[in-house]
Structure formats: structure tokens, C-alpha cells
T-cell receptor, first 117, second 114 residues
Framework: GAVVSQHPSWVICKSGTSVKIECRSL??????MFWYRQFPKQSLMLMAT?????????EQGVEKDKFLINHASLTLSTLTVTSAHPEDSSFYIC?????????????FGPGTRLTVT | GENVEQHPSTLSVQEGDSAVIKCTYS??????FPWYKQELGKRPQLIID?????GEKKDQRIAVTLNKTAKHFSLHITETQPEDSAVYFC?????????????FGTGTKLQVIP
């Protein structure tokens, strides 16, 4: 149990276009999902917390108009990178939170590698 | 926000030796302390975690110890094997800003030399 999927696993797009990344919890409902960005040889940086049915909470320094997050259902959250630029090239990882044994556990998707040319 | 640091940033050990990675954090309200293993290009995998009411937890060759007073917790790997080579992240969960938030540490690259 506790499987999280992401789609696509990798994407190449041209500068100025938009890219949508989907994150799904396959066997549990997730009221909260998280989006991270990871540059090569660096740690995961939290971009935003996605809450089902409400607006996402963005971390300081993350442009909410550029990184649009929609948590449409208890099993799906999407991240849209709008007007992508080469500096947006990165590894984007989502995670979904599940309540288990009275405590929250976090499960990660496989990640999406975005390359903007 | 929470400041999370890991030491060392890189660690090389001979196969069979032990490895210890330390994570220090700043949020005294943190109550969940996991360690993740990430292989190149893959997702982080939870390998062990501990909650604030426990001082130590062990799972076969892996253990985590917690010192809440000093605000640090450590990952211990014994009898290391080449497949333990990866980047390890701590990710304490705090209560910054009124909601629970996970902050990843800077990462430790572990290399186990056969």
C-alpha cells in the first residue's frame, strides 16, 4: 500500500511553454500533498503544500503564479509550470501524506525530470 | 522556519564498517524524525523513523537515536554493504507557522567501498 505515482516521469519542453505534472495517490486518500524541487546534488526544497479543496500554501520565494497547483480530488494534485524557462529545469517530486497508526507518514512519487530548452 | 543541517556531507567507509550521520534541527516543537535514502535519479525512500516519545529505534542494520534536548538525531548503519551507497536525508517535521511542515536536511552522500 501507500503508492504515489507521477506523470510524466520526464518531459522536455521549449522555453515559454507550460508543463503540467500529475501526482496521484493510488491506494489511499491524501488530503495533503507536497511538491518539492530538487536540483542536481542538492536537497529537496519544499515548494508548496497542496490541500484538497483549498488553495495551496507556497513557500517563501516560490512564485504561485508561475507554479500553479490544483488539488482537485483526494487522490490527485497537479503542478503546472507556466511560461517555463531553462532555469526551471529540475527534478520535481511530489509526496502524499497518509494518516497511519495515529501519525502522518509521507510517501514520495518517483519524480518528474523537467528539461526546458 | 526550521534550520536543518546534516554532518558529514560526504562519508566513505569500507564495506562492513559502520556509518553514522547526524542531523541537527532548530524547531523544538518537531515531533517526527525520519531518515530517507535516495539513490541517483530516484525518489526518497523512508528507511527508518522515530517519534518524540522514543529515544532509540532499531531495524536490523539500521538504527536512529534521538536527543530532543540537544535537538539532534542520528542515523546508524552497521555492517555496511555496497548497496547502502546513496544520499541520505533527514527530514524532521516541525510546526512552523502553525502547520506541520517537513524540512529536508542538506543530505549526506555515503559511499561504501567494497
Amino acid at each position: 500500500g501507500a503508492v504515489v505515482s507521477q506523470h510524466p516521469s520526464w518531459v522536455i519542453c521549449k522555453s515559454g511553454t507550460s508543463v503540467k505534472i500529475e501526482c496521484r495517490s493510488l491506494d489511499f486518500q491524501a488530503t495533503t500533498m507536497f511538491w518539492y524541487r530538487q536540483f542536481p546534488k542538492q536537497s529537496l526544497m519544499l515548494m508548496a503544500t497542496s490541500n484538497e479543496g483549498s488553495k495551496a500554501t507556497y513557500e517563501q520565494g516560490v512564485e504561485k503564479d508561475k507554479f500553479l497547483i490544483n488539488h482537485a480530488s483526494l487522490t490527485l494534485s497537479t503542478l503546472t509550470v507556466t511560461s517555463a524557462h531553462p532555469e526551471d529545469s529540475s527534478f520535481y517530486i511530489c509526496s502524499a501524506r497518509r494518516l497511519a497508526g495515529g501519525a502522518y507518514e509521507q510517501y514520495f512519487g518517483p519524480g518528474t525530470r523537467l528539461t526546458v530548452t | 522556519g526550521e534550520n536543518v543541517e546534516q554532518h558529514p556531507s560526504t562519508l566513505s567507509v569500507q564495506e562492513g564498517d559502520s556509518a553514522v550521520i547526524k542531523c541537527t534541527y532548530s524547531d523544538s516543537a518537531s515531533n517526527y524524525f525520519p531518515w530517507y535514502k535516495q539513490e541517483l535519479g530516484k525518489r526518497p525512500q523512508l528507511i527508518i523513523d522515530i517519534r518524540s516519545n522514543v529515544g532509540e529505534k532499531k531495524d536490523q542494520r539500521i538504527a536512529v537515536t534521538l536527543n530532543k534536548t540537544a535537538k539532534h538525531f542520528s542515523l546508524h548503519i552497521t555492517e555496511t554493504q555496497p548497496e547502502d551507497s546513496a544520499v541520505y536525508f533527514c527530514a524532521p517535521k516541525g510546526n512552523s507557522g502553525g502547520y506541520q511542515k517537513v524540512t529536508f536536511g542538506t543530505g549526506t552522500k555515503l559511499q561504501v567501498i567494497p
